[in-house]
């Protein structure tokens, strides 16, 4: 399973954009990056997931270069209701009995100011 | 639609105690994996289930087993309870018709152990 580092944590104001970044150095060929996101006493949320170069949907993009041994999650405009701990996975997606387990790191702990 | 569903959500045991811990998955998943998470850290991985049986396991002892049930939904028991078990305790689902490789938690049961 490939280990992911990111930083402890980050402070923003509201109304930026906030980029995290996630280095995987040992990702393998079928591996895809996954970013969760979880609030306090509640279970990690689904953010958003890619392989290579530009994945976006309504809430983040993802940016993943060519040589895929980082990746970095993008929150356009943040609110204090972004603040969170956000986890960036790296492995292969899941399918049903495929027995694939999520390694979750420590994260990285977002703070949104007013 | 109801996403997963855990119950309880709080629960206070006495060491040496036991304890079961329930989970309904998301309509359509057929997978349910679990995890603990200990205050300030990242989820770790228990055990996975599909088709009622236990399909991997991470590194925790045998006083943890699981089980799923006909409808997919899923428990989780611990023996002999330690105060080191004190913990969120989430449920994930995945799988079956819904054809994506997300995983969905559940809000947690939250453990403590006296």
């Known amino acids: 399973l490939a280990k992911t580092t990111q930083p402890i944590s980050m402070d923003s104001y509201e109304g930026q954009e906030v980029n995290i970044t996630c280095s995987h150095n040992?990702?393998?060929?079928?591996?895809?990056i996954t970013w969760y996101q979880q609030f306090p006493s509640q279970g990690p949320r689904f953010i958003i997931q890619g392989y290579k170069t530009k994945v976006t949907n309504e809430v983040a993009s993802l940016f993943i270069p060519a040589d895929r041994k980082s990746s970095t999650l993008s929150l356009p405009r943040v609110s204090l209701s972004d603040t969170a701990v956000y986890y960036c996975l790296v492995g292969v997606p899941f399918s049903s009995g495929s027995a694939r387990q999520l390694t979750f790191g420590s994260g990285t702990q977002l703070t949104v100011l007013p | 639609d109801a996403g997963v569903t855990q119950s309880p959500t709080h629960l206070i045991k006495t060491r040496g105690q036991q304890v079961t811990l329930r989970c309904s998955p998301k309509s359509g998943h057929d997978t349910v994996s679990w995890y603990q998470q200990a205050l300030g850290q990242g989820p770790q991985f228990i055990f996975q289930?599909?088709?009622?049986?236990?399909?991997q396991r991470g590194n925790f002892p045998d006083r943890f087993s699981g089980h799923q049930f006909p409808n997919y939904s899923s428990e989780l028991n611990v023996n002999a309870l330690l105060l080191g078990d004190s913990a969120l305790y989430l449920c994930a689902s995945s799988g079956g018709t819904s054809g994506s490789s997300e995983q969905y938690f559940g809000p947690g049961t939250r453990l403590t152990v006296t």
């Open positions: 289930y599909y088709e009622e049986e236990e399909r």
């Open positions: 040992n990702i393998a060929t079928n591996d895809y």
